[in-house]
């Protein structure tokens, strides 16, 4: 069971630079989420979406932006990376019902130089 | 607006005691779930347990037992005969039951068990 796939696992980026974190999830999932985790800041919550077509913003949402076109899949980009965004990032998924745990991806450490 | 507290940054325990780990939240919703997860050094979130706001008995599961104390609001993890592999972040984490919202987090504990 694959469940949620992250990808990359480490990824250093230059100042300025972009890209895409992918998160995949094959438990028809209709909740997925991006969190990043910093030390002494727990994890906090960047976008969520609770289905195909909706997000929306959580606690740090600037300089990244999320689309949800399909139940499986939830990218994070990032537009120009920044220092300060130097962290651990999280993909999670569960079903809608508030009852059920989430799953977490295995994690992406990025690094902004 | 929601809020998870978790006040104690890290806490050292003797092997083979019990831990109590605290989580206290606020929320405005009248029905919502409460979720502990475990983040052992390798990275990974491991999803320990789960206690619902109109669950009338303590949730337990294993040696993690959750004391639920709804007018305090606090939602405290207890570890019972603590092991060495129980060192690890732990976080408290909550959602609303009746509507479609996000998860929160709290900040975590940092775990240490003593030989």
Known sequence: ?113 | AQKITQTQPGMFVQEKEAVTLDCTYDTSDPSYGLFWYKQPSSGEMIFLIYQGSYDQQNATEGRYSLNFQKARKSANLVISASQLGDSAMYFCAMRPLNRDDKIIFGKGTRLHILP
């Open chain 1, 1 to 113: 069971n694959a469940g949620v796939t992250q990808t990359p696992k480490f990824q250093v980026l230059k100042t300025g630079q972009s890209m895409t974190l992918q998160c995949a999830q094959d438990m028809n999932h209709e909740y997925m989420s991006w969190y990043r985790q910093d030390p002494g800041m727990g994890l906090r919550l960047i976008h969520y979406s609770v289905g195909a077509g909706i997000t929306d913003q959580g606690e740090v949402p600037n300089g990244y932006n999320v689309s949800r076109s399909t139940t499986e899949d939830f990218p994070l980009r990032l537009l120009s990376a920044a220092p300060s965004q130097t962290s651990v990032y999280f993909c999670a998924s569960s079903y809608r019902e508030g009852f059920t745990e989430a799953f977490f991806g295995q994690g992406t450490r990025l690094t902004v130089v």
